[in-house]
Antibody, heavy 123, light 109 residues
Framework: EVQLVQSGAEVKKPGESLKISCKGS????????IGWVRQMPGKGLEWMGI????????RYSPSFQGQVTISADKSISTAYLQWSSLKASDTAMYYC????????????????WGQGTLVTVSS | DIQMTQSPSSLSASVGDRVTITCRAS??????LGWYQQKPGKAPKRLIY???SLQSGVPSRFSGSGSGTEFTLTISSLQPEDFATYYC???????????FGGGTKVEIK
């Protein structure tokens, strides 16, 4: 069974750093891309970026380039989303999801999702 | 970048009603579109991929249609468990870009 299990909720202060995780199981972790999706309170879904754990090839949405860092450790089948200096506006639910892309063409986006990680940034 | 305009943003319907949600792309995206259902406090769930293919395990009352710039999600007979928010997602762009529609909240009438 394909599963993506995310790390738990976080409460942080503005200016702090944070790294949240997404662990895949039940499939070949290095054969699929992992994407991150933001959902701000009461709002819709926004694509942030994707990573291929096989070689750590990473693509960012222009809206999030430079704001976050996406990484992966294929040895433990885990992808990460990190911030170096959080802002109150980073308060949101963050989801990871699996994606299939071949030669730059997305074939099957977001077929399996993690349960979400709630990040709250408040002074 | 490709923009996705989803309508309506919300609707009220009764159990048994036929419900239709539309997404329009700002340029042609072939059939590179999926539909997702999200219930409160839960992760989104894929219902439809490639515009009209039903995800395994999803009830057949859900169907998708369209190609190019206009796409439709239809629920043929609304059930109590279908009250949720629905999103379209396009993935046609190169370099890779994904764009969600703004969402449609389906509420009980």
């Amino acid at each position: 069974e394909v599963q993506l299990v995310q790390s738990g909720a976080e409460v942080k202060k503005p200016g702090e750093s944070l790294k949240i995780s997404c662990k895949g199981s039940g499939y070949s972790f290095t054969s699929y891309w992992i994407g991150w999706v933001r959902q701000m309170p009461g709002k819709g879904l926004e694509w942030m970026g994707i990573i291929y754990p096989g070689d750590s090839d990473t693509r960012y949405s222009p809206s999030f380039q430079g704001q976050v860092t996406i990484s992966a450790d294929k040895s433990i089948s885990t992808a990460y989303l990190q911030w170096s200096s959080l802002k109150a506006s980073d308060t949101a639910m963050y989801y990871c999801a699996r994606l299939t892309m071949v030669q730059g063409v997305i074939i099957a986006p977001f077929d399996y999702w993690g349960q979400g990680t709630l990040v709250t940034v408040s002074s | 970048d490709i923009q996705m305009t989803q309508s309506p943003s919300s609707l009220s319907a009764s159990v048994g009603d036929r419900v239709t949600i539309t997404c329009r792309a700002s340029q042609g995206i072939r059939n590179d579109l999926g539909w997702y259902q999200q219930k409160p406090g839960k992760a989104p769930k894929r219902l439809i991929y490639a515009a009209s293919s039903l995800q395994s395990g999803v009830p057949s009352r859900f169907s998708g249609s369209g190609s190019g710039t206009e796409f439709t999600l239809t629920i043929s007979s609304l059930q109590p468990e279908d009250f949720a928010t629905y999103y379209c997602l396009q993935h046609n762009s190169y370099p890779p870009r994904l764009t969600f529609g703004g969402g449609t909240k389906v509420e009980i009438k």
